[in-house]
């Protein structure tokens, strides 16, 4: 299993401001993944982030507010850019050593945008 | 994309029960796995079971993959067994791996 970690773990950021959720991994994996979870809701994936390609974004997420970096391995950030209340959410990185194999999730990053 | 569907939404359990969760899925997996979220939002891994049957101590887990479905067993539940549930998986005609999540049931167990 990989070991995640997530800086920060919890925010509390004023609106139109941005805020960049750091996501490091113990080893090396292929495939990384940027969740997000509103209040009361389930997972929506916001995007794939694979080393040494764009990321891949789903329905209803774009890059200009969720620029996403994957420099290594081992390592990504999910950037949230003027941010509203809606922005509210626990945000959470996931890795896969490859496709159709078990996921592991970090921490989560809990961001409450006043 | 792959619905998921799970049930009951939610369950209330004196401290001792047993329950079974489930989860229906639309369409051919490689992956499918159940999470256990604590109240500080962690998602904890219970089972990697694209098919087959597994065991760990009090939980158990069931999938039927020609079936589209899988089982959640937990016996004797404990106070600290309270949480969110959810299933969750990714689709075999999927090039990205990416999981497709239930709501989740919400399990509460009394003392």
Redesign the interface.
């Known amino acids: 299993s990989a070991v995640i970690s997530q800086k920060p773990s919890r925010d509390i950021c004023q609106r139109g401001t941005s805020l960049t959720i750091q996501c490091q991994v113990d080893s090396q994996v292929t495939m990384m993944f940027w969740y997000r979870q509103q209040p009361g809701q389930s997972l929506t994936l916001i995007a794939t982030a694979n080393q040494g390609s764009e990321a891949t974004y789903e329905s209803g997420f774009v890059i200009d507010k969720f620029p996403i970096s994957r420099p290594n391995l081992t390592f990504s950030t999910l950037t949230v850019s003027n941010m509203s209340p809606e922005d509210s959410s626990i945000y959470l990185c996931s890795v896969a050593s490859r496709q159709g194999y078990e996921q592991y999730f970090g921490p989560g990053t809990r961001l409450t945008v006043t | 994309g792959i619905q998921v569907e799970q049930s009951p939404p939610d369950l209330i359990l004196q401290e001792g029960a047993n329950s079974t969760l489930r989860c229906n899925f639309s369409d051919s997996v490689?992956?499918l796995?159940w999470?256990h979220q604590n109240p500080?939002?962690?998602?904890i891994?219970l089972f990697?079971i694209?098919s087959g049957t597994k065991q760990n101590g009090r939980l158990s887990a069931t999938t039927v993959a020609t079936e589209r479905y899988s089982l959640l067993y937990i016996s004797s539940s404990q106070t600290t067994d309270s949480g969110v549930y959810?299933c969750?998986v990714?689709g075999r005609g999927?090039?990205?791996?990416?999981?497709y999540?239930?709501?989740?049931t919400q399990l509460t167990v009394w003392p």
């Not at chain 2, 999540?101 to 989740?104: C, S, V």
Request: charged share 10%.
């Open positions: 490689n992956n796995q999470f500080w939002g962690q998602l891994n990697y694209p959810f969750a990714a999927s090039t990205l791996g990416r999981l999540f239930g709501r989740g």
